[in-house]
């Protein structure tokens, strides 16, 4: 079992990752000031089914704990679910002692990291995830929920006490999240560390490469990218926004099918293609992490997306102001910068960027 330390101006805290990492969640609790009266778990159905006895054999009896699940998709993550959420904590008697855990991947960690933060105006959480993709938001604080005229665009900078990532929950992941995922892992390898980057193209060549050894060093070195960037930036008023880098295409892509039938990830990956292709000096690195996506099964970018529609929603990212978008992009492999464009430039290039996809 590995240990990250987070170091952030707000809180530093550990990521435990590795098989059966979630042994560690006792003592992780009982190491807390004060220890929680009780603790809420907040899950989805499908991760409830596979993965929350595991989490209640590790409480035994030395703690109480209540249990939310909602419906899984990250359409989910919404006003309702969150005031659900609330909802429930209120009647089960949450105080400012308790804790809550959030099970499954990047949907539950936002979404109850969010009502974690906003509960009696915060109360401690601890991130148990069960993707690939929660490797980047289980770790920096970022929590909220979605709203249909953009994502993420309401929530809190909330950290947790502790990451508990249990590798061996990693075991059922279907292929669309595995790839889900692993997008994030290229993402972190493209802005920050070109060694990283040829290490995953010249290892993984197909999905059934991305496990053991090969997994854990995905994660583990995702993780330390991300933390790099957070210690320095922890509510993004700087370099944190490089985190971002496809970001702004690919939240636009979800948005317009409401978060549903296309995962995060996947957006996300047609999101650095676009942003390679806004300058020439990527058009080698575009072409090849093209072929290797197509490689590994990524889906081609969905036909009918209205240009105009995606324009919108990206004049809405919280990068852009006043009607100014700002794009990350790549001055070469390790090296990201915000761009600045002007929404009528954009829709030129977007155009023309779907043409070809």
């Not at 089914?49 to 704990?65: G, I, N, P, R």
């Not at 289980?138 to 309401?154: D, L, Q, S, Y």
Request: glycine letters at 8%; one cysteine or more.
């Amino acid at each position: 079992m590995k240990q990250i330390n987070i170091t952030t101006p707000s809180k530093n805290y550990p990521v435990y990752i590795g098989e059966q990492a979630i042994t560690k969640l006792g003592s992780v609790l009982q190491s807390l000031t004060p220890v929680p009266k009780n603790v809420l778990i907040i899950t989805d159905h499908n991760v409830g089914e596979l993965y929350l006895k595991d989490v209640q054999a590790e409480l035994h009896q030395a703690f109480s704990y209540e249990i939310f699940q909602i419906k899984p998709g990250d359409s989910q993550k919404s006003f309702e679910n969150y005031y659900a959420c609330q909802s429930f904590a209120l009647e089960k008697g949450l105080d400012r002692t308790s804790v809550i855990l959030a099970l499954g991947g990047g949907m539950i960690g936002d979404i109850a990291g969010f009502v974690a933060g906003t509960y009696m105006r915060g109360i401690r959480f601890i991130q148990l995830p069960t993707t690939i993709l929660a490797h980047d938001s289980a770790v920096g604080g970022k929590t909220g929920i979605n709203h249909p005229e953009g994502k993420n665009m309401i929530g809190v900078f909330h950290q947790p006490e502790a990451v508990i990532y249990s590798t061996d929950f990693l075991s059922t992941l279907p292929e669309n999240e595995i790839r889900s995922g692993f997008a994030e892992v290229i993402k972190h390898a493209l802005i920050a560390d070109p060694t990283f980057y040829e290490y995953l193209h010249g290892n993984i060549k197909t999905l059934d490469d991305l496990k053991n050894e090969h997994l854990l060093n995905c994660l583990t070195r995702g993780i330390e990218i991300k933390n790099e960037v957070v210690s320095q930036d922890e509510r993004e008023k700087g370099i944190r926004a490089f985190l971002n880098f496809g970001h702004t295409l690919g939240h636009a892509i979800e948005g317009e099918f409401q978060y549903r039938g296309i995962t995060h990830g996947e957006a996300v990956a047609h999101g650095m293609l676009f942003a390679l292709s806004l300058k020439d000096e990527n058009r080698q690195l575009r072409k090849d992490l093209k072929k290797w996506l197509n490689d590994l099964g990524y889906s081609p970018i969905p036909k009918n997306l209205s240009v105009q529609s995606l324009i919108n929603r990206m004049k809405k990212d919280k990068k852009a102001a006043g009607g100014t978008i700002h794009m990350v992009l790549l001055e070469e492999l390790g090296h990201p910068y915000l761009a600045s464009y002007q929404a009528i430039d954009l829709e030129e290039k977007l155009t023309a960027f779907l043409k070809e996809n």
